[in-house]
């Protein structure tokens, strides 16, 4: 229930950052691929970005390249999002994904870009 738990959403403005955190309580986040996805108003839910349990590699879908960074900190058991030059299409719910020893979906946090 609290196994997998999401962080840091906010409102910003057009242009501003936020850092989105995903920490796990119960298993080491860093042997399993870490997904964050985010449902828009109006929109079908989307993947975003990813990082591998294999290599640490990542991956990003074409709207966030060169905007999102996703990485992990083992010490902490935390998987980050920062994003930077935050867009108003960014607006929307976004979730940290894992299918670890189950599946776990984080409950969401509220991302609002506006001015």
């Known amino acids: 229930q609290t196994e997998f738990v999401e962080s840091g959403g906010g409102l910003v403005q057009p242009g501003g950052s936020l850092r989105l955190s995903c920490t796990a309580s119960?298993?080491?986040?860093?042997?399993?691929?870490i997904g964050w996805f985010r449902r828009a108003p109006g929109k079908e839910p989307e993947g975003v970005s990813c990082i591998s349990s294999s290599d640490g590699t990542t991956y990003y879908t074409d709207p966030v390249k060169g905007r999102f960074t996703i990485s992990g900190d083992n010490a902490k058991n935390t998987v980050y999002l920062q994003m930077d030059s935050l867009k108003p299409e960014d607006t929307a719910v976004y979730y940290c994904?894992?299918?670890?020893?189950?599946?776990?979906w984080g409950q969401g946090t509220q991302v609002t870009v506006s001015s």
């Open positions: 119960s298993f080491a986040l860093n042997i399993y691929t």
């Open positions: 994904h894992t299918n670890g020893p189950r599946e776990y």
